[in-house]
């Protein structure tokens, strides 16, 4: 059975996807599951600390798969499913990612924790690019901090892909994902050794 505080959280998220982190207080998600707002801050406090559940919800399913990707030649098509995972969870917890800056600022527990998680992608990123050069399917980097940059890059778009979609031609939607993922995991192609790019081409087909 789930909890009260479970069903908070997955109304909250509901209504905070569908209308945006301004328009949903603590009494429209009171409201909508027909609680009292007692019983809603029996369990969360404040708005704030619905935020950062849902926020460290998102963070731990993507830890998740973090540390189930393989080494190996399993690796660039284990980067692959990783991107579509994460890009699915990103699409979940879509407001976190529309009103990203507005939490940024306004919440600094989250704000503080993002930082801090953003040397540690950085980090597991530089240690999968490392693991392909080793296994011979990516190059050496040829300018200074390129893979740096490169990952700098990846994080950025990965941030902000929700909010291109949402404010372009095509309103988001999930079917929506294939078309960024492909803009996403491309941007490794130039970088992948001859070997790289035959196992990238072959894994796309299979995908």
Same mark, same amino acid.
């Given at each position: 059975?789930?909890?009260?505080?479970?069903?908070?959280?997955?109304?909250?998220?509901?209504?905070?996807?569908?209308?945006?982190?301004?328009?949903?207080?603590?009494?429209?998600?009171?409201?909508?599951?027909?609680?009292?707002? $007692?019983?809603?801050?029996?369990?969360?406090?404040?708005?704030?600390?619905?935020?950062?559940?849902?926020?460290?919800?998102?963070?731990?399913?993507?830890?998740?798969?973090?540390?189930?990707?393989?080494?190996?030649?399993?690796?660039?098509?284990?980067?692959?499913?990783?991107?579509?995972?994460?890009?699915?969870?990103?699409?979940?917890?879509?407001?976190?990612?529309?009103?990203?800056?507005?939490?940024?600022?306004?919440?600094?527990?989250?704000?503080?924790?993002?930082?801090?998680?953003?040397?540690?992608?950085?980090?597991?990123?530089?240690?999968?690019?490392?693991?392909?050069?080793?296994?011979?399917?990516?190059?050496?980097?040829?300018?200074?901090?390129?893979?740096?940059?490169?990952?700098?890059?990846?994080?950025?778009? $990965?941030?902000?892909?929700?909010?291109?979609?949402?404010?372009?031609?095509?309103?988001?939607?999930?079917?929506?994902?294939?078309?960024?993922?492909?803009?996403?995991?491309?941007?490794?192609?130039?970088?992948?050794?001859?070997?790289?790019?035959?196992?990238?081409?072959?894994?796309?087909?299979?995908?």
């Amino acid at each position: 059975m789930i909890s009260t505080k479970k069903k908070i959280l997955n109304t909250s998220k509901v209504l905070l996807n569908q209308y945006g982190l301004a328009a949903v207080s603590q009494r429209t998600i009171a409201d909508y599951m027909k609680i009292s707002p $007692g019983n809603l801050t029996y369990h969360f406090k404040k708005r704030s600390d619905i935020i950062e559940a849902l926020y460290f919800e998102l963070v731990e399913k993507i830890d998740k798969c973090m540390n189930e990707i393989p080494l190996g030649e399993g690796l660039l098509k284990g980067l692959h499913t990783l991107t579509k995972k994460i890009m699915e969870f990103f699409y979940e917890y879509r407001f976190i990612m529309l009103d990203f800056i507005q939490i940024m600022r306004q919440f600094k527990t989250i704000q503080k924790h993002y930082k801090e998680l953003s040397v540690q992608r950085e980090n597991q990123f530089q240690f999968l690019f490392s693991a392909l050069q080793n296994d011979g399917l990516m190059r050496p980097e040829e300018i200074p901090n390129e893979y740096q940059h490169l990952i700098q890059r990846m994080i950025v778009f $990965g941030n902000f892909w929700l909010a291109s979609s949402e404010i372009g031609q095509d309103k988001m939607s999930k079917k929506q994902i294939d078309k960024y993922l492909e803009i996403t995991t491309q941007a490794i192609f130039p970088y992948l050794t001859p070997k790289g790019k035959k196992l990238f081409i072959k894994n796309m087909i299979s995908f």
